[in-house]
Structures are given as structure tokens and as C-alpha cells.
T-cell receptor, first 110, second 117 residues
Framework: GQSLEQPSEVTAVEGAIVQINCTYQ??????LSWYQQHDGGAPTFLSY????GLEETGRFSSFLSRSDSYGYLLLQELQMKDSASYFC???????????FGKGTRLSVIA | GAGVSQSPSNKVTEKGKDVELRCDPI?????LYWYRQRLGQGLEFLIY????????KSGLPSDRFSAERTGESVSTLTIQRTQQEDSAVYLC???????????????FGPGTRLTVT
């Protein structure tokens, strides 16, 4: 089966950089996705890594190391609106849908 | 364009009653997923529809749960004889054609908050 581990909570200062780590165990690996969810809201897609390395999209970047079964989400120039839960996810079995980690609650403070 | 919509947004029901939750996916999205999210937890896969293929029901927690999808449009998730542990937010998502090994972006609806009293 699939399982993912990520920190439950992270706190960071506005304007700073924060990294949210995710380690996974999968029977077959196809890619690692990241989703953001604000309180009371729906998850929204942030990024997907199928290959090793760093993918950058504006202030957000995502990294994958398949040999280490590890990835992270990097948020730069933190803003208060970035306070949310962040989930890493991998495909379920040999196909999507997704198995999600339990989420990391990010609190951005002034 | 319209996103994924779900109804009702909130549902309070008594233990033992049946409930139906509805999902309208984005037009043209062939894949549709149901997830459950308990308070403060991650998303738990329930069931997956892809085109005309047989649905993947491997995530359904018990035979009280079932879902249907009409073609590539509306889906309903039915929970029979609801129990208090069924209380959660039920999220529906849709995406474009899924290829093995692919992970196209999933678009989520706002969810239905189910409370079983």
C-alpha cells in the first residue's frame, strides 16, 4: 500500500521561507503531488513531480528525490494568506486517485 | 467556467437514516473521485469513476456506502443507515483522462459537511 509522512504543524514568519517535507512508502511510484487547503475550503492543486529535481511555480517550489522516497514543498516570501494545510499525495495503486498524507498545518505569523 | 459543485453543502441527519450526496463535475472531465475528510485529518479515498470503466470501489469503508455516476456527469454517493462515525466532509473531485502513471490535476468541489446525530 501507500503511506505518507509529513509534519503536523509548522509556524513561520511573514516574508520568510518554509519547507514542508514529505516521505512516502509506495508499491510503485508515479509522482508526488501537493495540495493546499484553507480552513473550510476545498483542496487546490499546487504542483506535481514525476522526476527528480526542483519544480518552481512563482513563490512555490516542489522537490522530489525518488531514490530517497522524499519530497518537499518550499514556500518563499511567505504571506499571511499562505496559512493553510498542505498535503502531499501519491497515486493510489497503479493509477490515480490519490492517497493523501495527513497534512501539515502552516501558520504564518507577523 | 463552472467548477465542481456539490450539494447539499451541509446535511444533518439522524443515526440510521439514509443520505444522498450529489456531485456535478467539470464538463469534459472523465474521471470523478469521492473522498472523505474527518476533522483535522487528510483525505481518504472512497470511490473512483473513469469513463465507462467499472468503478474502483476499493476505498468504500462498508457496504453501507455506494455511489453511482451517470455517464460522464453527475454522481451520487449514498450512505445507508448512517452512523455517527460517518460524520465528515465528503469531497468530490474531477479530472481529465487519467493515464497509468499520470497524475493530472484534480479539481475539488466545496464538499458536503455531514453530521450524524
Amino acid at each position: 500500500g501507500q503511506s505518507l509522512e509529513q509534519p503536523s504543524e509548522v509556524t513561520a514568519v511573514e516574508g520568510a521561507i518554509v519547507q514542508i517535507n514529505c516521505t512516502y512508502q509506495t508499491s510503485g511510484f508515479y509522482g508526488l503531488s501537493w495540495y493546499q487547503q484553507h480552513d473550510g475550503g476545498a483542496p487546490t492543486f499546487l504542483s506535481y513531480n514525476a522526476l527528480d529535481g526542483l519544480e518552481e511555480t512563482g513563490r512555490f517550489s516542489s522537490f522530489l528525490s525518488r531514490s530517497d522516497s522524499y519530497g518537499y514543498l518550499l514556500l518563499q516570501e511567505l504571506q499571511m494568506k499562505d496559512s493553510a494545510s498542505y498535503f502531499c499525495a501519491v497515486p493510489h495503486g497503479g493509477n490515480t486517485p490519490l492517497v493523501f498524507g495527513k497534512g501539515t498545518r502552516l501558520s504564518v505569523i507577523a | 467556467g463552472a467548477g465542481v459543485s456539490q450539494s447539499p453543502s451541509n446535511k444533518v441527519t439522524e443515526k440510521g437514516k439514509d443520505v444522498e450526496l450529489r456531485c456535478d463535475p467539470i464538463s469534459g472531465h472523465t474521471a470523478l473521485y469521492w473522498y472523505r475528510q474527518r476533522l483535522g485529518q487528510g483525505l481518504e479515498f472512497l470511490i473512483y469513476f473513469q469513463g465507462n470503466s467499472a468503478p474502483d470501489k476499493s476505498g468504500l469503508p462498508s457496504d453501507r456506502f455506494s455511489a453511482e455516476r451517470t455517464g460522464e456527469s453527475v454522481s451520487t454517493l449514498t450512505i445507508q443507515r448512517t452512523q455517527q462515525e460517518d460524520s465528515a466532509v465528503y469531497l468530490c473531485a474531477s479530472s481529465l483522462l487519467i493515464r497509468t502513471g499520470g497524475s493530472y490535476e484534480q479539481y475539488f468541489g466545496p464538499g458536503t459537511r455531514l453530521t450524524v446525530t
